[in-house]
């Protein structure tokens, strides 16, 4: 009985066993199939596009110019709305870019943004504004325009878990939006990493084997706002971890208990036998 329980036990225990070169991260490439890739590493500030929501807030030592661009005459600093850019009152600056790829902003009226950088946008916005207020006042005003792109995130699905996930800074790698959803499990499948891009209406499906060293030389080492990253989970792989873990544990208990219980009632037939 313990020999057939064990011979069933034991394509259990290999089924929950996953060899290191399935899950290690940083492999070089060419060492069990482990592919190589391109140096084409070439980071590029962000690009605007049409649906992002941009956060605008003009300075000025004139209150009143300020007052006139600004909702509400109170500014809040950047590193306040890093720590919350969900809302809240930074609707008050923000601004969508519409269909056009302009934003309406006031006293200016349409502005084209959509393919340029936050910094493009601020020195455009800087011109813009200087033009009018030369024409509102006599005395000249410097004003300092402050934009960021709020509400950026990215998503992953897998089955160690989902969910979606807020961008706080500027660059973000593959491997810290991981770590962000919580890495990816002991059976996700590493090898066929896919991220899902949709660029000005087209969507882009991009697979990789992250495990590989090149990774971070390469097109997929830094994700973008709206990008959806997804694990699958390694083929031929039918059981869960726990759902394993949890059905030799209670093999292993059963197992331990019956060989409890089978002790003890061949010392009682001994016992028996002796008194005889």
Request: proline share 2%.
């Amino acid at each position: 009985m313990i020999k057939k329980l064990l011979i069933i036990l034991l394509p259990l225990l290999l089924a929950s066993c996953v060899t290191s070169r399935k899950v290690n991260l940083m492999q070089e490439a060419g060492k069990h199939k482990i592919p190589s890739y391109a140096d084409t590493l070439s980071y590029e500030d962000y690009q605007v596009r049409v649906g992002d929501r941009m956060y605008i807030y003009v300075y000025s030592i004139d209150e009143r110019v300020s007052q006139m661009f600004n909702s509400s005459g109170h500014g809040i600093n950047a590193s306040q709305m890093r720590q919350n850019n969900m809302g809240g009152s930074y609707d008050l600056y923000t601004y969508l870019v519409l269909e056009d790829g302009t934003i309406d902003y006031p006293m200016v009226g349409k502005v084209p943004v959509r393919g340029k950088t936050t910094r493009e946008i601020k020195l455009l916005l800087e011109k813009e504004l200087a033009g009018y207020i030369a024409s509102s006042y006599t005395e000249y005003q410097v004003v300092s325009v402050e934009v960021n792109i709020v509400r950026r995130s990215f998503s992953v699905i897998s089955d160690h878990g989902s969910g979606t996930f807020t961008i706080q800074k500027e660059k973000v790698t593959i491997y810290e939006a991981l770590a962000m959803a919580g890495d990816i499990g002991d059976f996700g499948d590493r090898s066929q990493v896919r991220i899902i891009r949709e660029t000005e209406g087209k969507t882009q499906i991009k697979v990789f084997d992250i495990r590989s060293k090149d990774i971070i030389n390469s097109e997929f080492y830094y994700i973008e706002p709206n990008d959806v990253i997804y694990i699958q989970r390694i083929k031929g792989q039918s059981f869960g971890i726990n759902s394993v873990t949890t059905t030799i544990s209670v093999a292993a208990t059963t197992l331990a208990f019956g060989g409890f219980v089978y002790g003890l009632i061949v010392r009682i037939m001994n016992r028996i036998d002796a008194s005889k």
